[in-house]
């Protein structure tokens, strides 16, 4: 795609550049009130932005401020398709003349505000999904390259102005999530490189060099976070992390599904995970423990025992309104891990395992911080007790989920019948009062 610049014949809304900035807020194109006023982001959207850049202490004059579009779209898909991810023709010249506008800022972060921005500047798609990573490296996709600078994307706040669709996260509540990742903006527009934490990870290592983790971890009573990869009902791999940079990861299946260790090297493995896991002294953290604590019982007889912290449990309880995957709470909490959920399908299309491995390894620093960030957020909005109190309910629920329920199932069958009955009578009286025939079941005859 061709990037030089031509100066279009529409009426265009001009840039609010602030060559010493260092943030850019790059935007998708201008509105019906952008276009009065002749300036960027001063519309509804506009507005509900400044808001949330407040709360995250960051005012207009702060920032270097942009639109992918300088004219306002009958159709944004005159320019952009969304399903793919992907500029047209038309949209040529304001790439070019947003590169141009860019280069000449000094700014360290480039918000990318919805999905056309973050297209344009990564060449990625999934805004939902990415937002609040920090990402500095050159995507294939990409046709706006600005090298040296953090691409953090935010969700739209226009997005935050529409009601949510029933039971999913959206609406009134992207405006936490706006919030939260422009404080981010915030932290790292004072520096330019991208200061990714150092991490020491143990990975496709020799059993001895496990075996001397886990005697660390058991000695000296170390708590730690902890993940399990099953494929095919087995356990792949598993990953134990004490700390923001030490982690471990131990496989167990190779690349061509065979063993990776010996069958007694495995078995002296698997004795020290349940050595340091049925240890009562030792703290665990798991986000979803009722999945991962059950899994090791079902399958290895070990009955995890002393502290269990749940992540996930903590999340719900800390802000309940919120999504509780561990993706989330990871773009949330933590301070440099980009979105990576999608290397836990990816390694088998590249045939490496050791993405999976790296992959593991993410899910457990990751909870690891997020028990620690979400923890102090927890203890200072004085839900702390509350998640204490719902933790007492694992051991229990994990006993049921085990043993199961006894059930009547004679019973149940004629519960059944007589349900059936009365729903065949309801049906007659239905039709009776409609003068037909109707589907209780179909939206359409009912409206009507």
Same mark, same amino acid.
């Given at each position: 795609?061709?990037?030089d610049?031509?100066?279009?014949?529409q009426?265009?809304?001009?840039?609010? $550049?602030?060559?010493?900035?260092?943030i850019?807020?790059?935007?998708?194109?201008?509105?019906?009130?952008?276009?009065i006023?002749?300036?960027?982001f001063?519309?509804?959207?506009?507005?509900?932005?400044?808001?949330?850049?407040?709360?995250?202490?960051?005012?207009r004059?702060?920032c270097?401020?942009?639109?992918?579009?300088?004219v306002?779209?009958?159709?944004?898909?005159?320019?952009?398709?969304?399903?793919?991810?992907?500029?047209?023709?038309?949209?040529e010249?304001?790439?070019?003349?947003?590169?141009?506008? !860019?280069?000449?800022?000094?700014?360290?972060?480039?918000?990318?505000?919805?999905?056309?921005?973050?297209?344009?500047?990564?060449?990625?798609?999934?805004?939902?999904?990415?937002?609040?990573? *920090?990402?500095?490296? $050159?995507?294939?996709?990409a046709?706006?390259?600005?090298?040296?600078?953090?691409?953090?994307?935010?969700?739209?706040?226009?997005h935050?102005?529409?009601?949510?669709?029933?039971?999913? @996260?959206?609406?009134y509540?992207?405006?936490?999530?706006? *919030?939260?990742?422009?404080?981010?903006?915030?932290?790292? $527009?004072? @520096?330019?490189?991208?200061?990714?934490?150092?991490?020491?990870?143990?990975?496709?290592?020799?059993?001895?060099?496990?075996?001397? @983790?886990?005697?660390?971890?058991?000695?000296?009573?170390?708590?730690?976070?902890? +993940?399990?990869?099953?494929?095919?009902?087995?356990? $792949?791999?598993?990953c134990?992390?004490?700390?923001?940079?030490?982690?471990?990861?131990?496989?167990f299946?190779?690349m061509?599904?065979?063993?990776?260790?010996?069958?007694?090297e495995?078995?002296?493995?698997?004795q020290g995970?349940?050595?340091?896991?049925? +240890?009562?002294? *030792?703290p665990?953290?798991?986000?979803?423990?009722?999945?991962?604590?059950?899994?090791?019982?079902?399958?290895?007889?070990?009955?995890?025992?002393?502290?269990?912290?749940d992540?996930?449990?903590?999340?719900?309880?800390?802000?309940?309104?919120?999504?509780k995957?561990?993706?989330?709470?990871?773009?949330?909490?933590?301070e440099?891990?980009?979105?990576?959920?999608?290397?836990?399908?990816?390694?088998?299309?590249?045939?490496?395992?050791?993405?999976?491995?790296?992959?593991n390894?993410?899910?457990?620093?990751?909870?690891?911080?997020?028990?620690?960030?979400?923890?102090?957020?927890?203890k200072?909005?004085?839900?702390?007790?509350?998640?204490?109190?719902?933790?007492?309910?694992?051991?229990p629920?994990?006993?049921?989920?085990?043993?199961?329920?006894?059930?009547?199932?004679?019973?149940m069958?004629?519960?059944?019948?007589?349900?059936?009955?009365?729903?065949?009578?309801?049906?007659?009286e239905l039709?009776? !009062?409609?003068?037909?025939?109707?589907?209780?079941?179909?939206?359409?005859?009912?409206?009507?």
């Amino acid at each position: 795609m061709s990037l030089d610049y031509q100066p279009s014949t529409q009426r265009t809304v001009s840039c609010e $550049s602030r060559p010493h900035a260092k943030i850019a807020i790059i935007g998708e194109a201008p509105g019906a009130t952008e276009l009065i006023k002749g300036k960027p982001f001063v519309g509804r959207a506009g507005s509900l932005l400044w808001q949330c850049s407040s709360a995250a202490q960051i005012t207009r004059e702060m920032c270097s401020v942009h639109n992918v579009l300088d004219v306002k779209p009958k159709n944004i898909t005159e320019f952009y398709d969304a399903k793919r991810g992907v500029f047209k023709t038309a949209a040529e010249p304001h790439l070019a003349r947003l590169k141009e506008e !860019l280069e000449q800022t000094e700014a360290n972060v480039l918000v990318a505000c919805g999905a056309p921005a973050l297209a344009a500047l990564t060449g990625l798609r999934g805004i939902t999904k990415l937002r609040g990573s *920090i990402l500095d490296k $050159s995507y294939p996709g990409a046709v706006l390259r600005v090298p040296g600078r953090k691409v953090i994307p935010i969700i739209h706040p226009s997005h935050a102005l529409r009601p949510a669709a029933a039971g999913k @996260f959206g609406g009134y509540l992207y405006r936490w999530a706006i *919030i939260r990742d422009l404080k981010r903006v915030k932290h790292e $527009s004072a @520096f330019r490189e991208n200061r990714v934490p150092h991490r020491n990870l143990l990975m496709g290592g020799r059993c001895e060099e496990y075996l001397a @983790f886990m005697n660390d971890v058991y000695e000296h009573k170390r708590p730690f976070a902890c +993940d399990i990869a099953v494929m095919n009902q087995e356990m $792949s791999c598993v990953c134990v992390t004490i700390n923001r940079q030490d982690t471990m990861v131990i496989p167990f299946t190779t690349m061509q599904n065979s063993n990776y260790f010996s069958q007694s090297e495995e078995k002296a493995l698997i004795q020290g995970l349940a050595r340091i896991l049925q +240890d009562p002294d *030792i703290p665990k953290i798991f986000h979803n423990c009722l999945f991962d604590v059950d899994f090791f019982t079902a399958r290895y007889g070990i009955v995890t025992q002393g502290p269990i912290h749940d992540t996930m449990i903590l999340q719900h309880v800390t802000y309940y309104d919120m999504p509780k995957g561990l993706d989330f709470c990871v773009s949330s909490y933590c301070e440099n891990i980009p979105y990576y959920k999608q290397e836990r399908k990816t390694w088998k299309q590249v045939k490496d395992i050791r993405q999976l491995w790296e992959y593991n390894a993410k899910d457990g620093y990751g909870t690891w911080e997020v028990f620690e960030n979400l923890g102090k957020e927890s203890k200072d909005r004085g839900t702390w007790d509350t998640y204490l109190f719902c933790m007492k309910l694992v051991r229990p629920l994990l006993f049921m989920q085990r043993r199961g329920t006894k059930v009547n199932k004679k019973r149940m069958q004629g519960i059944k019948v007589e349900l059936e009955k009365d729903m065949t009578r309801l049906q007659r009286e239905l039709n009776e !009062l409609a003068g037909e025939t109707i589907n209780a079941n179909s939206p359409k005859q009912l409206a009507n």
